[in-house]
């Protein structure tokens, strides 16, 4: 295998390296959120044509989210806990032609980062969050998907915007159902009212009909 190689995806140039476990630096089974988000961006462009759309990308990776919405005309903020991932990502961006797209690559602790942002009273129409079940910030900050989810996702409903805002949220290898991600997200967003779909993504087989499951999913959009 190279050291690195290419991969095109939704009009970006992500740089695939094998990176130990099972990471390649992409998610592609992720596709269906990255065009679902940019079919709200347009959206939110349309309606405030002298204002780029805003995109917050937590537990955000190598930037394949992050390099789709700044290609589609956001500003975005990229946040991980990795400074290698937040350097693959400039690396990537670097590879796109988008080295000087309005994107802030930020290495912190993704709860820190959203308490401060709700402090400050700032709002994003697009939110994607994708976090692990376990995971450390880069001052050694612990996060734990069922202890920390649920009030964290209710401080990223404070930073949605007022009008056409859409938030996404995944999880993966955790024993649990789309039914879970579904709840939290209806009890969250409730006095938004709003619409909520939730599943399961899976990458298709090529050559055949058999699906291999990856993560679940709850996604809002508002009304």
Known sequence: MPEAWPVEVEGVRM???LAGLWHLGLFPEQAP??????????????AAPRDKPRV????????AASLIAARAGAEVVHVDASKKAVSWGRENAAASGLADAPVRWICEDARKFVAREVRRGRTYHSILLDPPKFGRGPDGEVWELFEHLPAFLADCAKLLAPEGARLILTAYAIRASALALDGLMRETLRARGGSIESGELALAEAAGDRLIGTSLYSRWSAP
């Open 15 to 17: 740089q695939c390296k």
């Open 33 to 46: 959120h990255w065009q679902w988000m940019v079919k709200g961006l347009a959206g939110n462009a349309v």
């Open 56 to 63: 917050l990308n937590l537990f955000a990776y190598t930037g």
